[in-house]
């Protein structure tokens, strides 16, 4: 862990994690209140190393400071949740080497949001280490060295996100500072770049929007092969994909489509990204081969997964959508069916439509009501 003031949060998640690890962990960057001895309490190596502008920099300073082969990565405002302790143990003698760990993100509207994030990896190879000052990514895994498995024997509860907790810790501005800092020291690197977007885009002014669309656009000026394989790429072309749809610039939201689409066929995000473009243009053809796409087993096997409901209910939604705008009714009962059977709670627009399909059926198959014949 990593941690700076964090004496309300850290009870809980070391409470959590305590049972569950060999050694703890923790890299103060200068705290002012009791996190550190919080922390001993715990039984945790207490690091002190100053902030240096750098999530990269901390977290690899925490993995040098570990001695055993796996790490599991926490941040203040979570708490682990084990659901499976034998498969969490047998995940650690597979032959693995990283596992993506779902985040169960606590939304502003009472729902919760959930999205894998690499958390649990071996640390003891040299290219196990973080790059980026910000949304530091594992070097081995970013450049495809490392394929990544699921890890659905544990999750996280995630506080973090929520407009309050971001207001009040003032996030997006530190992000946006370490961003445009690592912009300004490698101003040839697209990950940093695209690093700029993403702090960019979480401002609501359009003006932000126009900036972080120039950010992503040098980024993908700057891709070259050697990055083919990077997770970043595919988050930066569905990035400035959304950007661009929420500027309103349509013809340039499609040509960035399709160059993402002809460089990762396989992604699911991507081709869900594209065949709801086409969707949006009545070109159901299109949207309905991107949508099925997403279902193959070539997207299920994709090494980068932003929408873990791409290759399941999000992407059989929008093929019921677009089958019922093709008025292939009963295809698109089948199809909404399977979405709502996988949909999450409070997702409900494949069970909203496909009642109302049901509903149409029901009053399709009514006999006709006998006449009156009363003279």
């Not at 682990?80 to 080497?97: E, H, I, M, S, Y």
């Not at 640390?123 to 490392?146: C, I, K, P, S, Y």
């Not at 697209?190 to 120039?214: I, K």
């Not at 709502?340 to 496909?354: E, F, I, K, Q, Y």
């Amino acid at each position: 862990m990593i941690v700076r003031d964090e004496a309300t949060n850290l009870p809980r998640v070391l409470r959590s994690a305590a049972p569950w690890v060999g050694e703890i962990v923790v890299v103060d960057t200068g705290s002012q209140d009791e996190s550190p001895a919080i922390a001993a309490a715990y039984g945790a190596r207490v690091v002190h190393d100053p902030w240096r502008d750098s999530f990269a920099h901390a977290r690899n300073t925490s993995l040098a400071q570990a001695s055993l082969p796996f790490a599991l990565l926490l941040d203040a405002d979570e708490e682990l949740v084990v659901t499976d302790a034998p498969a969490f143990a047998r995940a650690l003698t597979q032959g693995v080497l990283a596992y993506a760990v779902d985040c169960h993100d606590q939304r502003d509207d009472g729902g919760v949001s959930i999205a894998p994030l690499l958390r649990l990896f071996r640390r003891d190879r040299e290219d196990m280490r973080f790059h980026g000052a910000v949304h530091e990514q594992l070097t081995a895994v970013a450049r495809g060295n490392v394929s990544v498995a699921h890890a659905p024997f544990m999750h996280f509860l995630h506080a973090g996100h929520t407009q309050a907790v971001v207001r009040g810790r003032d996030k997006d501005a530190r992000n946006l500072s370490l961003a445009r800092k690592q912009v300004q020291s490698s101003p040839t690197d697209p990950f940093a770049w695209y690093c700029l977007g993403q702090a960019l885009v979480t401002a609501p002014s359009s003006s932000r929007l126009t900036e972080a669309r120039q950010a992503f656009s040098q980024a993908l000026f700057r891709l070259t092969a050697a990055h083919e394989g990077e997770a970043f790429v595919v988050s930066l072309f569905a990035s400035q994909a959304s950007t661009l749809q929420q500027l309103g610039l349509e013809p340039e939201r499609q040509r960035t489509l399709d160059a993402a689409v002809a460089c990762y066929p396989n992604s699911p995000d991507l081709r869900l990204a594209r065949g709801n473009y086409a969707l949006s243009q009545s070109d159901f053809t299109a949207a309905e081969t991107d949508f099925r796409a997403c279902l193959t087993p070539a997207a299920e096997a994709f090494f980068v997964r932003l929408d873990p409901a791409a290759t399941g209910a999000r992407a059989l939604t929008q093929l019921g959508l677009c089958l019922v705008k093709q008025q292939r009714f009963d295809e698109a009962v089948v199809t909404l069916s399977q979405a709502s059977a996988l949909a999450r709670p409070g997702d409900d627009l494949a069970r909203t439509v496909l009642a109302k399909l049901l509903e149409m059926a029901s009053r399709r198959s009514k006999p006709p009501a006998a006449e009156d014949d009363r003279d």
